[in-house]
């Protein structure tokens, strides 16, 4: 018994059938509706999504025996013939693929001269797989496709443009170009229903829900997988159609994610070991894990999205696990799986299943990123007493740090050099973490976030090697200020060119030099001439007097090259150590800070 295949069978006698294509459809229509059909069309797009299906059905509207507002009947015995692609005199389809040479392009050339059979018919030459041909062959059909003769028009289909852009650049200024895009999910499982509406078979919604899932955007793709599957029966349900295509349950995404979430390496191995038992392909997992993070990743961020394929059923179980991540871990996670797959994946050096559980142990380990505002509260709890969260909620209502009032007990600490430096136990929150970029930098951001009472601001207790933050902060605003009025005096930037401040010894400002700018920037200092505003401007921001206050340069251990990376490290150093709070949380929890990139 003969069978007809069904992308064969169902393919669209009409533009309004053609799914997913209504801005191709609507515009050909109107084209042939109005008589103004191009002579050259350039169909565009990936393979399955009705590239050839348009051709054929332009052809037909042209050669129709009774169009109606740009439609063809799709009954004629014309119409007929160019459907089902059988031979016709004034429709010619061409394989570019093995007719791809310029004796080729010249006989299509001079097959165009003769007429069309008919006077009110078109010849049409449409030509699948147009970057297949040579550039000898363009340039042998230049010519015809700028000055075609009358009733003549040829349309190019091919999956990649930009090699026709490479080889015959020319040919794109002659055609109109229609870019077909992939068909959405829900629409090809719209088409899927209505194909087995036609065929009177049931399908099971999850079973087409997991086909058009696989097709990848084409509507072709889904019709042969569905073919394949009613090979087994006259039902489609998705136990069987996960079992032959090789897809993966979608429970078994959600006991890893859920894995994930509890941080549980260990669940890694018996994971991979039952879903390989099981005869699934590892690299199809991995596909159907970033599917799934996105899914989570979507509902993250807005737990009302309708954009997502996912059944009714599943929704509310996407929901709960989706609440158990922060956005940006989701996000993490899933450039870490789509960096897998662009490197090659596990197609690459042999041992998928160790390749697939070092990849799933890196997710289960990934640290979760905190916010730095709940940080902040959490440390502002830790740190503090009842009594004294409560007074320093009033001292928060009565004024600020800078007007002389008390401050929050997490802004009060004692000096770094009265703590232990231990970290046995109990120590983690006692001793605190140098922020140093490099060991030849010697900077140490450390000690209280204010002078003590009485003191003068150029001589705060606790020795010279104390740093006020406050202070510290002001002077690197000072510095930036003073680089642009050194640039506009002219000349003096180049001297100041990174220097920064990196600690106040008494009434000593030490400044860190790049390795082979010492020199330069000290006969820059000691020309007053030069350099005396800044010396005047740094003691006035410190209240110390000019003549009493001294700059010290301090050479840099190493050079290191300036790089994006390192100046996200650098950001993030600063901004610890300007920040009371946020150090007061980094040593309280053993914190890394990292800056996220592009944020």
């Known amino acids: 018994m003969h069978h007809t295949a069904l992308a064969r069978k169902h393919r669209p006698r009409q533009f309004n059938e053609l799914v997913g294509q209504q801005h191709v459809s609507a515009t050909i229509r109107s084209a042939v509706e109005g008589g103004r059909v191009a002579h050259a069309y350039l169909f565009c797009g990936p393979r399955g999504v009705g590239k050839t299906t348009a051709a054929r059905l332009l052809a037909m509207a042209l050669n129709c025996e009774s169009t109606q507002d740009g439609e063809p009947c799709g009954t004629c015995r014309s119409c007929q013939r160019i459907w089902a692609g059988q031979a016709s005199l004034d429709v010619v389809e061409i394989d570019a693929a093995s007719h791809r040479g310029v004796d080729d392009a010249r006989d299509l050339r001079e097959r165009a001269m003769y007429a069309p059979s008919g006077e009110d018919r078109f010849k049409v030459y449409i030509v699948d797989e147009a970057h297949m041909l040579t550039r000898e062959a363009w340039n042998a059909l230049l010519k015809i496709l700028e000055e075609p003769p009358p009733r003549v028009i040829f349309v190019f289909a091919t999956t990649e443009p930009h090699k026709i852009r490479h080889t015959a650049a020319p040919v794109l200024s002659r055609c109109q170009r229609f870019d077909f895009r992939r068909v959405s999910v829900a629409e090809i499982v719209a088409r899927l229903r209505e194909v087995m509406d036609r065929e009177e078979i049931e399908a099971e919604e999850a079973a087409l829900l997991s086909i058009a899932r696989r097709a990848e955007g084409g509507v072709r793709d889904a019709l042969s997988l569905l073919d394949q599957v009613l090979s087994l029966g006259r039902s489609v349900e998705a136990d069987e159609v996960r079992r032959m295509l090789g897809l993966v349950d979608e429970e078994r995404y959600i006991e890893f994610m859920e894995a994930v979430a509890r941080r549980d390496r260990a669940a890694v191995f018996p994971f991979v070991q039952a879903l390989l038992d099981d005869g699934h392909d590892a690299s199809e997992f991995v596909r159907g894990l970033a599917e799934t993070l996105r899914a989570l990743l979507i509902l993250r961020a807005d737990p009302e999205s309708r954009t997502l394929d996912i059944l009714p059923e599943s929704r509310q179980r996407f929901l709960d696990l989706a609440a158990r991540f922060e956005e940006v871990d989701l996000l993490r996670l899933l450039v870490a799986v789509t960096d897998f797959e662009s490197r090659g994946g596990l197609g690459r050096g042999g041992h998928e299943r160790v390749q697939l559980e070092v990849l799933l142990l890196r997710l289960a380990a990934m640290d979760s990123s905190v916010e730095l ?160 505003w800044l010396r005047e401007a740094l003691a006035e921001r410190l209240g110390s007097n000019p003549d009493e206050f001294s700059i010290c340069l301090e050479e840099s251990g190493k050079s290191e090259r300036l790089t994006a990376r390192t100046s996200r490290k650098q950001r993030v150093e600063e901004m610890v150590a300007l920040d009371p709070a946020l150090r007061e949380a980094v040593e309280k929890l053993d914190l890394t800070l990292k800056e996220r990139p592009g944020g």
């Open 373 to 532: 505002e709940a940080l902040l509260r959490a440390a502002g709890s830790a740190g503090e007493k009842p009594e004294e969260r409560h007074s320093g909620a009033d001292a928060g209502h009565g004024g600020g740090a800078r007007g002389g009032e008390a401050r929050p007990a997490a802004e009060a600490r004692p000096p770094a050099e009265a703590r232990p430096a231990g970290r046995g136990a109990g120590s983690r929150s006692a001793g605190p973490r140098p922020v140093s970029r490099d060991a030849g930098s010697r900077r140490e951001i450390q000690g209280s976030s204010r002078p003590p009472a009485g003191g003068r601001a150029g001589a705060p207790e606790g020795g010279p090697a104390t740093v006020v933050a406050t202070k510290l902060g002001s002077l690197r605003e000072l510095w930036k200020t003073s680089l642009s009025v050194a640039k506009a005096q002219g000349g003096q930037a180049l001297a100041l060119r990174g220097v920064r401040p990196v600690r106040l010894d008494g009434r000593t400002l030490v400044l860190e030099v790049p390795p082979g700018l010492r020199a330069d920037l000290e006969a820059f200092l000691s020309d007053g001439a030069r350099s005396g």
